[in-house]
């Protein structure tokens, strides 16, 4: 069975403080994506992991993708109160014509202040 | 930017009425989908569209029928709307081929009383 594991399911954090957020999955896959998603609101596209070993990095978050480990982290460095979301990782998977994503559980993220 | 926009933001219907959700996108992707997001469920696939009047089931299609006549519009069809359909709806959008993310839409929260 095809599955996306995120963890911690939730978190909360204070500000100023690091942590990371892991995205194992079960397929073979070398396209990963983050989103964020804000209550109440539709899913934003944060970061497109597209080989292995791809890094990127935007502000205060930074991805990382492992194929071999079937693993993406999201690293948070000096978190703020505006980073609370919750997040998802998806993985790509080919089907029928085209490709379509399996998704992660979500993480909910909590900054205090 | 790649713009995907769904006809209401809210939306409330009684049991057993005809409903459609309509997705609109303006950057010519051959990808369609619309999901259904459920506090503890995740993203679920209900169907998707990877080509004009060709439509494939997702993971829960049981209630729901798809329309695709032009290109850049995907509609939801809730044949008789029940309550177990309350949900919060979301259409994205992608280029054909792998290597690319799906652009959502802001959502449609739907209430069947």
């Known amino acids: 069975e095809l599955k996306v594991e995120q963890n911690p399911l939730f978190l909360s954090m204070q500000e100023g403080k690091n942590y990371t957020i892991y995205c194992n999955y079960s397929t073979t896959s070398d396209r990963l994506y983050w989103y964020r998603q804000d209550p109440g609101k539709s899913l934003e596209s944060l970061f497109v992991l597209l080989s292995n070993g791809a890094v990127k990095q935007e502000g205060r978050l930074m991805a990382s993708l492992d194929t071999k480990a079937r693993l993406s982290t999201l690293h948070i460095t000096a978190a703020v109160h505006d980073l609370s979301a919750t997040y998802f990782c998806?993985?790509?998977?080919?089907?029928?014509?085209?490709?379509?994503?399996?998704f992660g559980t979500g993480t909910r993220l909590k900054v205090l202040a | 930017d790649v713009k995907v926009t769904q006809s209401s933001r809210y939306l409330v219907k009684r049991t057993g009425e005809k409903v459609f959700l309509e997705c609109v996108q303006d950057?010519?992707?051959?990808?369609m989908f619309w999901y259904r997001q459920d506090p503890g469920l995740g993203l679920r696939l209900i169907y998707f569209?990877?080509?004009?009047?060709?439509?494939e089931k997702g993971d829960i299609p049981e209630g729901y029928s798809v329309s695709r006549e032009k290109k850049e519009r995907f509609s939801l069809i809730l044949e008789s709307a029940s309550t177990n359909q309350t949900s919060m709806y979301l259409c994205?959008?992608?280029?054909?081929?792998?290597?690319?993310?799906?652009?959502f839409g802001p959502g449609t929260r739907l209430t069947v009383l």
């Open positions: 998806a993985v790509d998977i080919s089907l029928r014509g085209t490709y379509k994503y399996i």
């Open positions: 569209s990877y080509d004009v009047k060709m439509k």
């Open positions: 950057m010519d992707h051959e990808n």
């Open positions: 994205a959008s992608r280029r054909g081929g792998s290597y690319n993310e799906q652009f």
